[in-house]
């Protein structure tokens, strides 16, 4: 497929935001140690730059789960790829994204947090947004950015494993 790429949202607003976000964590876990979850693979810049604007004890781990495949639209079939390493039993936990727009992901993951973690407080956290693709209600307490229901990469999104490494995010267009 030929396409270009567009900008979309630039480093700067990223980098804004992304503070932002922290300062809302850290009202909401005052006091408190949060474990991140980073969704691998597309989480792990969001993930990385977040935890170093938290002011609050911060543990980290990550889970893969995948409904994507080499596709630009979601399958909608949900596998847990790699299981957290760490017993979060009795812990608050934040699932850090990359991007929501069905849910079917997170509403997955929310599902096995709670019949199978025992965790303390289960919290979610993404960069982006898109709520036009939603198919599933899902509960998403920290939101960086709404986006148009377009296929994003960059700040840890790929296309077919690309682009991950770009500082801001961008629309894949079909040309």
Not at 49 to 73: C, Q, W
């Given at each position: 497929?030929?396409?270009?790429?567009?900008?979309?949202?630039?480093?700067?607003?990223?980098?804004?935001?992304?503070?932002?976000?922290?300062?809302?964590?850290?009202?909401?876990?005052?006091?408190?140690?949060?474990?991140?979850?980073?969704?691998?693979?597309?989480?792990?810049?969001?993930?990385?730059?977040?935890?170093?604007?938290?002011?609050?004890?911060?543990?980290?781990?990550?889970?893969?789960?995948?409904?994507?495949?080499?596709?630009?639209?979601?399958?909608?079939?949900?596998?847990?790829?790699?299981?957290?390493?760490?017993?979060?039993?009795?812990?608050?936990?934040?699932?850090?994204?990359?991007?929501?727009?069905t849910g079917l992901t997170l509403e997955h993951v929310i599902k096995y947090?709670?019949?199978?973690?025992?965790?303390?407080?289960?919290?979610?956290?993404?960069?982006?947004?898109?709520?036009?693709?939603?198919?599933?209600?899902?509960?998403?307490?920290?939101?960086?950015?709404d986006v148009p229901d377009k296929f994003v990469i960059g700040y840890g999104?790929?296309?077919?494993?690309?682009?991950?490494?770009?500082?801001?995010?961008?629309?894949?267009?079909?040309?």
């Amino acid at each position: 497929m030929k396409y270009r790429i567009e900008n979309l949202i630039d480093k700067e607003a990223v980098e804004k935001r992304i503070k932002e976000l922290a300062r809302e964590i850290e009202k909401d876990y005052a006091g408190e140690e949060v474990y991140c979850i980073g969704l691998l693979k597309g989480s792990v810049i969001f993930l990385s730059d977040l935890v170093k604007e938290i002011n609050i004890p911060v543990i980290i781990d990550f889970m893969s789960v995948s409904s994507y495949g080499s596709e630009t639209v979601s399958s909608g079939d949900v596998k847990i790829l790699k299981d957290t390493d760490l017993d979060l039993r009795g812990k608050h936990v934040l699932i850090v994204e990359d991007i929501i727009d069905t849910g079917l992901t997170l509403e997955h993951v929310i599902k096995y947090f709670k019949e199978g973690k025992g965790v303390k407080s289960l919290r979610t956290c993404t960069l982006l947004n898109k709520p036009e693709r939603r198919k599933v209600n899902v509960k998403v307490d920290y939101i960086g950015f709404d986006v148009p229901d377009k296929f994003v990469i960059g700040y840890g999104l790929d296309y077919d494993q690309r682009y991950r490494n770009l500082p801001y995010i961008a629309v894949v267009i079909p040309e």
